[in-house]
């Protein structure tokens, strides 16, 4: 496998990152400065389940959380595993992180997917 | 430093065949002006310590023999005058990366070998003009400007003395070949970027280099090899995002080579030893 691929992925699943988190955070903590009223119609806290569940509605919101999951997970897990790399153990122990650190990427992606999906319908029903 | 001065060598001595362990040995050397460490080394192999092991050649920074670990800081020995370290002891250990072959002597079999695998010299299609030149190739100014600073390396090791990566991973090429890689892919005459790609990326290759710049400050040549590496790498990367535009390397242009001298070019001057 060319590195490079992986590197170039690495950088951009940074850059989403840093557009998404980004996005995350001014909603969370400027909302009293921005006029963001569309997506904290409730008024009051950001965190207040009905702006939760309003911004929940909106497709864009579901397909970020989607997308911040699979570029956080990607970013940091081979982050790590480029760690465990460089760490004096058996060539055996690292192919087997890797492949732990795979199944784990995976299978958090899965879940937090469905956990997006989910509170999607949650919200929908009311 | 006055020349009536004796400064001390902390020299660390070890045979791999005969000692357990390595030890040090401390000896008290003449000052004198200009002496440089490898100076010093001579000194004591002349009249304290005869079968004291060091590697050495040109004694003017040219060779890349005389690498050595001198207070601490990978460099040449012949390039180091011992003024200069303004320190009343000079300690001096082989590189580190290396098994030691003896004393200060370092093997760096496995740095060749990782330097033969990039394929360090001009790749052409055209295998026969790369055999058998019938011209002379075309470069700008500009194009030898793109690896001239890279080509001045006489792979003494002191950069992969100082990586810190090459300390953890024993597959990782090192600052040189890397730095090779990229001399000969930017080379406007070469055309084997591809196939040096293969060898550098990869698992421990190009991308394993955290930019921490030790090998460029170890460098006593000026190559800048983490520059190198960081540029080696923006190529691999633009290469897959296909932003790379390959061009094709530079063809004859002088015309047929000739037998005869070509106009304007002086003769050469005689002989000083016949
Ligand atoms: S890059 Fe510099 S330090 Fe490294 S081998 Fe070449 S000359 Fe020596
Ligand atoms: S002896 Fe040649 S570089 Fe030092």
């Known amino acids: ?126 | 430093m006055s020349e009536s001065k004796t400064i001390h060598f902390r020299i660390r001595k070890f045979n791999p065949e005969t000692d357990p362990a390595p030890s040090w040995k401390t000896f008290a050397v003449p000052f004198a002006k200009g002496m440089t460490v490898l100076d010093g080394l001579h000194w004591i192999k002349r009249n304290q310590d005869t079968g004291l092991a060091f590697r050495y050649s040109c004694r003017m920074g040219v060779c890349g023999s005389c690498g050595m670990l001198i207070n601490g800081r990978p460099t040449l020995a012949c390039n180091t005058q011992v003024a200069a370290l303004k320190a009343a002891m000079v300690v001096v250990a082989p590189l580190p990366n290396f098994h030691t072959v003896r004393d200060l002597v370092p093997d760096l079999t496995p740095m060749f070998e990782k330097h033969q695998a990039i394929r360090p010299f001009i790749l052409r299609e055209d295998k026969g003009e790369m055999d058998a030149p019938t011209a002379e190739f075309y470069q700008t100014p500009h194009e030898l400007e793109e690896y001239l600073q890279f080509s001045f390396c006489i792979r003494c090791g002191a950069c992969m003395a100082a990586c810190p990566t090459m300390a953890t991973d024993r597959d990782y090429p090192g600052p040189m070949p890397l730095a090779q890689a990229y001399r000969y892919s930017a080379d406007s005459r070469d055309g084997g970027f591809a196939e040096r790609a293969k060898a550098v990326d990869r698992k421990s290759g190009v991308f394993s280099c955290h930019f921490g710049s030790e090998c460029s400050a170890a460098c006593p040549k000026g190559v800048d090899p983490a520059k190198a590496i960081q540029l080696m790498k923006r190529r691999l990367v633009f290469d897959y995002l296909r932003l790379f535009k390959a061009k094709k390397p530079c063809g004859g242009v002088h015309g047929q080579r000739t037998t005869g001298r070509r106009e304007g070019i002086p003769e050469a001057p005689e002989y000083t030893i016949k």
């Not at chain 1, 690495?10 to 997506?39: F, K, N, R, S």
């Open chain 1, 1 to 126: 496998m060319r590195h490079s691929r992986l590197w170039t992925w690495h950088i951009l699943a940074g850059l989403v990152i840093l557009v998404l988190l980004g996005l995350h955070m001014v909603i969370m903590h400027l909302d009293e400065v921005l006029p963001l009223a569309g997506l904290n119609p409730a008024g009051g806290e950001a965190i207040d389940w009905a702006n939760v569940a309003a911004r929940a509605k909106l497709g864009f919101f579901m397909a970020s959380y989607i997308v911040l999951l699979g570029a956080a997970l990607f970013h940091g897990l081979y982050g790590l595993n480029t760690i465990i790399g460089e760490t004096n153990v058996g060539a055996g122990l690292k192919r087997f992180a890797t492949a732990c650190l795979m199944v784990m990427g995976v299978a958090l992606f899965v879940v937090g997917t469905y956990a997006a999906i989910a509170a999607r319908g949650l919200a929908m029903k009311g």
